[in-house]
Nanobody, 128 residues
Framework: QVQLVESGGGLVQAGGSLRLSCAAS????????MAWFRQAPGKEREFVAG????????YYVDSVKGRFSISRDNAKNTVYLQMNSLKPEDTAVYYC?????????????????????WGQGTQVTVSS
């Protein structure tokens, strides 16, 4: 079992930046693909960004390309989401997720059903 704990959310003005962190327990973190999803009120949870187990490949939803950057530090069992040029429409609860089959994949899978472990979420609010 893997536990994921997100941090770094908060309130920021439009155009500002935040860096989310997700700390994972366990010794198998480096074999997992990792991703960030978000869920706004009244909307479905959507994929935001993902990174392969090695960090060699990343994938972003179109709405955040060029503004968000996902990275990982396997030595620290942590994945990050750097969010720049934030917009009010980025307001949501952000969730970290782990895909335990990630070591068998060469590309990021952007489907919620493929992720096995989830954090509790961290709120990001962007004011206009």
């Amino acid at each position: 079992q893997v536990q994921l704990v997100e941090s770094g959310g908060g309130l920021v003005q439009a155009g500002g930046s935040l860096r989310l962190s997700c700390a994972a327990s366990g010794r198998t973190f480096s074999s997992y693909a990792m991703a960030w999803f978000r869920q706004a009120p009244g909307k479905e949870r959507e994929f935001v960004a993902g990174i392969t187990w090695s960090g060699g490949s990343t994938y972003y939803v179109d709405s955040v390309k060029g503004r968000f950057s996902i990275s990982r530090d396997n030595a620290k069992n942590t994945v990050y989401l750097q969010m720049n040029s934030l917009k009010p429409e980025d307001t949501a609860v952000y969730y970290c997720a782990a895909d335990r089959s990630g070591i068998f994949r060469v590309a990021v899978v952007p489907y919620r059903s493929e992720y096995d472990y989830w954090g509790q979420g961290t709120q990001v609010t962007v004011s206009s």
